[in-house]
């Protein structure tokens, strides 16, 4: 007697595909979203500890250091269960931007560390030469420091992107139907949790080989520019 008929549907597995596959846009938006506004508060941090303000960098760092030492449903749960309780207009924002934010916040406390070791990597004494010649700071930061800086934070902040997108797989705790909350229903309705899951297992394993094979492309585009 064959088991993997009795207790796998192979039919019913590849319908999955479409099925939870209709809700991937969801998902990936929530990531891309997250992901360019956590790098836009992630520059905005980088340019903040930069100044060397003793205040300022001891709450920077405090809020890089939680949103870095706490599990995203941790926060996740913060947010959006907790916060309502003292500020209860908060109930009424969309589940779908509470998701985003809070993945924002959690990316940009990684990316705000990536950003300013890979702005420290570059040899200071490129800075100091384009400033002898009498660049700005500004000037010499954007035609010399980042596109250096940039080729050296691809890689890292690439690997948060695919934390990010694998971490939309915790938002259906709050409500958002994404393609792991699509799973879970029709798991639970027909408990067939191995076609299911394994779907969206699947469907992560080849986002996240699609992006790592983009990204490394990118960075060898890059890497011949120097």
Do not use: C, H
């Amino acid at each position: 007697m064959n088991l993997l008929n009795i207790n796998f549907n192979l039919e019913y597995f590849l319908s999955r595909f479409s099925v939870i596959g209709k809700f991937l846009p969801v998902t990936l938006g929530i990531a891309i979203f997250s992901m360019l506004i956590g790098l836009l508060i992630a520059l905005v941090i980088a340019f903040l500890l930069d100044l060397k303000i003793t205040g300022l960098n001891k709450i920077l760092r405090t809020y890089i250091s939680f949103f870095r030492g706490t599990p995203l449903m941790v926060q996740l749960f913060i947010f959006y269960f907790g916060f309502p309780q003292v500020f209860p207009r908060l109930a009424q924002i969309p589940i779908y931007i509470v998701a985003v934010y809070v993945m924002s916040i959690n990316g940009s406390a990684y990316m705000s560390e990536t950003i300013r070791a890979s702005i420290n990597s570059v040899d200071k004494i490129q800075l100091e030469s384009a400033l002898s010649i009498g660049m700005t700071k500004y000037q010499a930061m954007k035609r010399i420091i980042l596109p250096q800086a940039a080729r050296i934070a691809i890689p890292p902040l690439g690997n948060t992107f695919i934390s990010l997108v694998q971490g939309t797989a915790i938002t259906f705790l709050l409500g958002v139907k994404e393609i792991m909350a699509v799973a879970k229903i029709s798991a639970s309705s027909t408990y067939k949790f191995l076609e299911n899951y394994l779907v969206v297992g699947i469907i992560y394993w080849i986002i996240t080989l699609v992006f790592t094979n983009l990204l490394n492309r990118l960075e060898t585009k890059m890497n011949k520019a120097y």
